[in-house]
């Protein structure tokens, strides 16, 4: 039987490519679909699912992008990912994964209770709250990054030291994500980037970044990485802590080799994670997913 595959992106582009190629060696079909697309019908009978190119409920959702948007919007296109769970339909990484990874704040909070070393973080709603942390902050000889509360590939990111003046508020939406600054030894910053699947570390890259941000979206370079003992426990540990199917870990180590989860990624590229390891990240993960929608839950492999 031919299974149909919906995969949720925008721009397909080398990950569309190479998923769809891996889909096609199971005998399995793709399309690509926009979330802004979708929505709802309840007027009668039917799928109530409105997916264009499925008539009938797809046989496996794999998630590429989540677009942004009005808060109603980003509601609606987590909305159609519950719905396809709730209707059995297997989606990887799943709405609730989701909703946990693109929120920083709950991503902090989530890692922090279960005891996984994160970098100490405020997430405050006043102006006022912001400046008494960042007062406090340097008195104590600490720098901090504000970042997005929403947000990926080092956009917006603003590393905060004595005396410089505080972004504009309006920048934010009025939330305010701090971080303290962890300093790595050097200026050139790095750190590692570990791919997680179905609980289980797979491969890591290090990522040198041009400055102090080493997302590869701002012009990190990516090498192949020995995966560590250290590395693979904390990666599998923040995976498990945000329910992941699969995840982008990224971890660095201070001055002193202290080791900190900086993020945790649901929807991770993998392009120059696949390039640096000379490893077939695209066909791992497509192997997964069927075998998740085979199982008829990706719950029970978490």
């Given at each position: ?289 069927l075998c998740c929608c085979h199982d008829g839950s990706l719950t029970e492999v978490i």
């Amino acid at each position: 039987m031919n299974r149909r595959i919906a995969i949720f992106t925008d721009d397909p582009g080398w990950h569309g490519a190479r998923l769809r190629e891996a889909f096609e060696t199971h005998g399995c079909s793709c399309e690509f679909v926009s979330l802004q697309q979708c929505g709802f019908d309840l007027s009668g009978a039917g799928e109530h699912l409105v997916i264009p190119g499925f008539e009938t409920r797809p046989d496996g959702v794999f998630v590429r992008g989540v677009p942004g948007g009005t808060l109603e919007q980003v509601v609606l296109y987590l909305d159609i990912l519950h719905a396809l769970t709730h209707l059995g339909v297997c989606v990887y990484n799943d709405g609730r994964a989701i909703e946990r990874s693109v929120d920083k704040g709950m991503t902090s909070f989530l890692l922090h209770t279960a005891g996984i070393p994160t970098p100490p973080t405020w997430v405050v709603g006043e102006e006022r709250d912001l400046t008494r942390i960042v007062k406090h902050e340097f008195k104590a000889g600490n720098e901090l990054v504000l970042k997005p509360l929403f947000g990926s590939q080092g956009d917006g990111l603003v590393r905060i030291r004595q005396g410089d003046t505080l972004p504009d508020p309006a920048h934010y939406n009025g939330v305010f994500y701090l971080q303290r600054f962890i300093h790595t030894g050097n200026e050139d910053a790095h750190d590692w980037r570990v791919f997680v699947i179905n609980g289980q570390a797979v491969a890591a890259m290090l990522r040198h970044g041009e400055g102090w941000i080493s997302n590869v979206a701002q012009g990190a370079r990516c090498h192949p990485a020995v995966l560590d003992q250290e590395l693979k426990e904390l990666a599998e540990a923040a995976t498990r802590a945000l329910s992941m199917s699969y995840a982008g870990v990224d971890i660095l180590r201070d001055d002193k080799g202290r080791a900190y989860v900086i993020e945790v990624n649901s929807i991770p590229a993998w392009k120059g994670l696949q390039q640096a390891c000379q490893m077939d990240v695209t066909q791992l993960l497509v192997d997964d997913f069927l075998c998740c929608c085979h199982d008829g839950s990706l719950t029970e492999v978490i």
